[in-house]
């Protein structure tokens, strides 16, 4: 049997708080398959954008694991996590998280000058021009519309080639017509990557659009 891209298994996340210890996110097992995409959906607050974060690496657990590819999250440190997400993940953010001193194609360009890729700047030349971005490249972000901002971002995500893509509200900034084609690129973009693409959203009609919909409620998996 093929490993996994995501596994998490027996993962939880609690916080301690003046009134005491708070569960954001109740024991949940979840694997995830190559090629797979899926949804997660559910109210504000139902710990979402927590389990993205556990699953990127980007915070860490209280109980369980999760492994990517294979390679147990917990088993690394922060040099070595940072290193996986570089080859391993690309991520879209809601608010684009773009840095804001820096060109378009300066911010495609420094993740795959950091994971020391072969021929960095032809890859984010290319990445931005698949996003039709080509006429922008010297632009910074406070130049750009929101959806322009947003393909940006898509590009950066996608350049080094990563095996599995994790999307935080990828339209959850963006006006209805602009989400609508930001959505549109980003499933075509990963029907040719062949990336595997986990997504956070409050629109059922994009987690229609995914093959399968796992749905939180108080931060159990319902």
Do not use: W, Y
Not at 201 to 214: G, Q
Request: with cysteine.
């Amino acid at each position: 049997m093929p490993t996994p891209v995501i596994e998490a298994r027996q993962l939880a996340k609690h916080v301690n708080s003046s009134e005491g210890t708070l569960t954001i996110l109740h024991v949940l097992d979840l694997v995830v398959k190559t090629g797979e995409t899926v949804a997660i959906v559910g109210a504000s607050g139902s710990g979402k954008s927590t389990l993205l974060g556990l699953l990127a690496g980007l915070d860490a657990a209280s109980e369980g694991q999760v492994l990517i590819n294979g390679v147990a999250l917990d088993s690394l440190d922060e040099d070595g996590r940072a290193a996986l997400r570089g080859k391993e993940i690309g991520f879209v953010f809601q608010s684009f998280q773009l840095l804001p001193a820096f060109t378009a194609l300066e911010n495609v360009l420094l993740p795959l000058e950091l994971a020391e890729r072969d021929n960095p700047e032809q890859l984010a030349l290319a990445a931005l021009s698949r996003v039709g971005l080509q006429h922008r490249l010297s632009h910074t972000p406070s130049r750009l519309s929101g959806g322009e901002q947003q393909r940006v971002a898509i590009a950066r995500a996608f350049a080094p080639g990563p095996k599995l893509l994790l999307a935080d509200e990828p339209t959850g900034n963006l006006d209805s017509a602009t989400g609508e084609r930001i959505i549109d690129l980003l499933f075509e973009l990963n029907r040719e990557a062949g990336t595997t693409l986990v997504l956070v959203t409050h629109d059922p009609v994009l987690a229609a659009r995914c093959s399968r919909t796992l749905k939180l409620e108080g931060g159990r998996l319902a």
